[in-house]
């Protein structure tokens, strides 16, 4: 039961940094959108929403999500996951805390 409360956190927190990165792509005025390689990398990520989103029947990535996720630069997308996460403060929101197993 721990392990499937685990899988459907990671799956959440997933679909919360997806869905992040599918608006820093839109026009949000996060830093590493104005890279248009960063913002190219991110969208291209986009094939990888059904596997990430709570509920998701599949829940294994696709080889086309797999090689959109390799060709994303490793600081573009820590940079937009640091980024991402500050937006909520910045809303007057609680910080995002996610759990982990």
């Known amino acids: 039961m721990a392990e499937a409360k685990s899988l459907f956190s990671l799956g959440y927190q997933l679909a919360i940094v997806l869905l992040l990165l599918v608006v820093a792509h839109d026009g949000t005025q996060m830093a590493m959108a104005q890279s248009s390689t960063c913002t190219n990398e991110l969208s291209n990520l986009n094939v990888c929403a059904p596997f990430v989103v709570p509920g998701a029947a599949n829940t294994n990535p696709s080889a086309t999500c797999c090689n959109a996720l390799h060709s994303v ?3 573009c997308l820590c940079n937009t996951i640091r980024v991402a ?17």
């Open 85 to 101: 996460s500050q937006l909520p403060t910045q809303c007057q929101l609680p910080p995002l805390a996610c759990g982990t197993k």
């Open 73 to 75: 630069d490793r600081e």
